[in-house]
């Protein structure tokens, strides 16, 4: 299912959200499921920002940092004094996962503005985790607040 696109009285805006995810999407090497996974079993910062509804009705993701994303940068800006100790510097890969890899695309570039060089997301989001047969973490989630 993609985001509706449509303004509220139904006009497409193509200077809109369209637009900035293209260009959040242009700096970004977006993985796919199996090399997102990859990269966490290499020590890569999975980073979850689906809403506790969603994790409810899906899964939640083997060694995911749960984080709300509406204290997202102050928990992953390494310069921030609200970071949480995982984040250990601008050259650390942090991958973002959503529902399905947009909001997550939005998130990585912000991470990439805070000096995150290497933030990014996963292509599909925690919907192709899944469909690709990937695991599913059982057990307590980290979230963190």
Same mark, same amino acid.
């Given at each position: 299912m993609t985001p509706d696109p449509s303004t509220p009285d139904g006009q497409h805006d193509a200077a809109g959200v369209e637009a900035l995810l293209a260009e959040a999407r242009s700096g970004l090497d977006r993985l796919t499921p199996a090399q997102a996974y990859d990269a966490v079993l290499s020590g890569a910062l999975l980073v979850d920002t689906r809403t506790t509804e969603q994790r409810a009705r899906q899964g939640d993701l083997p060694g995911a940092v749960v984080i709300d994303r509406t204290v997202f940068e102050w928990r992953l800006d390494p310069g921030s004094p609200w970071h949480i100790p995982e984040v250990t510097g601008p050259d650390q890969l942090v991958v973002v996962v959503c529902r399905q890899g947009y909001?997550?695309?939005?998130?990585?570039?912000?991470?990439?503005?805070? #000096?995150?060089? %290497?933030?990014?997301?996963?292509? *599909? #989001?925690?919907?192709?985790?899944?469909?690709? #047969?990937? +695991? %599913?973490?059982? *057990? +307590? =989630?980290? =979230?963190?607040?």
């Open positions: 909001s997550s695309s939005l998130a990585a570039a912000s991470l990439q503005r805070l #000096g995150l060089r %290497r933030a990014t997301d996963v292509v *599909g #989001g925690a919907e192709a985790w899944f469909a690709a #047969g990937l +695991p %599913r973490h059982d *057990g +307590p =989630v980290d =979230v963190r607040e």
